[in-house]
């Protein structure tokens, strides 16, 4: 059913995404050529390449909350393509700003082409993110609802900006709450999942609720999705996820598991030690995996994460009542909590 | 005159931008604050001072062409707080794209919290000038209209980047024609004080054709602008501007009197090999002067502004008429190339 959804939207959000980041002349060829690089769709030399894409997860949800409230998902392809542009530009954007120099097994756009062109092409990317939201009007959505989502996808970038801003901070920070890492994912991640379904929602119809509910759940799968992710870069099995195990603590990034154990009465002060080591390398790995486990890290994430996903289904039960279970975005929530890398 | 308007606009114009620029909490408080110190109101502890503003260039004649067709400017506050925070959030990530570790006599953002940091407070900003532009719809500006304006703002920050794209790549190359020169001048400077026009008249409800004409005004005042900034950089008086004598003689800047001497016949091959000393210094000042003076670098920069400031008051002609050369907006291009600095 999922499968069927994707092979049947993906080639139409593809011609869609190609359309707003097509560029106008020779001379801006290559400003146009870093954004179709980042998106897979060209090598280094600007040579067209057929890459295995990114799950496109943010407009794939944007199409199923249109079709589920009962719109016509051709309308909102432009926004489930502004949604995915976005995306890939707070990725160019963090890429620079974290130092990361590969991503999906090829070199960062920073990394070919220097950060002072690749923030720039980044803010090329964002804004023919609005440009793409603007196409809208052109799909027969009115003024209104067009201005309506505009303000909820604008809303979403500024919070995406917060979340990237408190990220970075935790770096240099010894100390970090679960509440103010919580309202960090809130912003880095699960405000524009949450968006993702509301804006959908809201170009399909949505009555009054409904979208806020949509939202809710886009939101609390949102951070499901996120504990996730920071649970395998702990415990993820290299050979699934492609990195080294224990990555995460290789890294010493604050994430779920670690802020939990380092704020762990009886364990936090060793697991601080071992983390501040000068070097630290997969031989540190066995005794900080046994801290986590000492601090109950694993399971203390597992209800964490278990507990917004339920939230999130919650929160579709109350959007679409009985047909919540039997829709496509419950099954997309159910796929997303299996996954292994 | 123009003194008048300032004075009654420049203090809405301010309440408008630091309530689309407030921030929600204390745990983002740096985030804005970054924001809040490159706009000039707040000191790097982000303790409030009071500085010269800029020349609010962008938002007044927003303002103007909103009123001189008619329309009530107060409902085009929200577009003219959209153009400056838009313009602003460019001068960030410039300032880190080009290295630029001063401006406006302060240290640049990206110099005082680190690159990482001042990326993502400018884009924060830039999804701010989109949410400032959303606030038109509180005005009383019908969402057609609004959609319109935002139309015409989107283009205008794709432009911008294609123009920022464009000036780095000169940096790297050996060889720029003039046409390039004033295709990168178009995107990077020119469009953004067109839009400010253009957007100004649309709120007001210009007729048909009436909005194109005061688009073309100010792209043409935005080239005129450029180009006199360019032999300011290479002919101001250092009293007034604050920078060296040549200063963009010694950063080697590929302005427009340096491109047309570099593609000079007679002059080209000694002026680049001149320029291409490794230590270029204010002992090579005169000779440069020198070469830009043999090869007519003056009289060419100086004709070609003309050309663009009278091509900017025709269109200026066609928008409004005998009206005119009684407006605001003929007033402010007369203002513009009397400055000296």
Redesign the interface.
Known sequence: MLTDFSARWLPILEEEMRAVLAGQDA??A??YGMMHYHMGWVDASFQPVSLPAGKRLRPLLCLMACEVVGGDAMQAVPAAAALEILHNFSLV?DD???GDEMRRHRPTVWKLWG???A???G??M???A??AM?RL?ARGV???R??AA??LF??T??A???G???D??FEQRTHVTVA?YL?MIQGKTAALIGASVAIGGLIGGAAPGVDGALRRFGQEIGLAFQIQDDMLGVWGDPAVTGKAAGNDILRRKKSLPLLHTLNDDAHGLAFRMLLEQPELDAADVPEALALLAAAGAYEYALQQMNSHYAAGLEALHDALGDNAESSLLWATAQWLMQRKA
Do not use: K, W, Y
């Open positions: 001379a801006t290559t400003h954007h620079i700003e974290d950060a002072p062109q923030i720039n092409a803010d090329g964002f804004a023919l609005f440009a603007q009007t009115s003024a209104e067009t201005l505009l303000s604008t809303e970038c500024v995406l900006t917060e990237q801003h408190l970075m901070g103010e309202r």
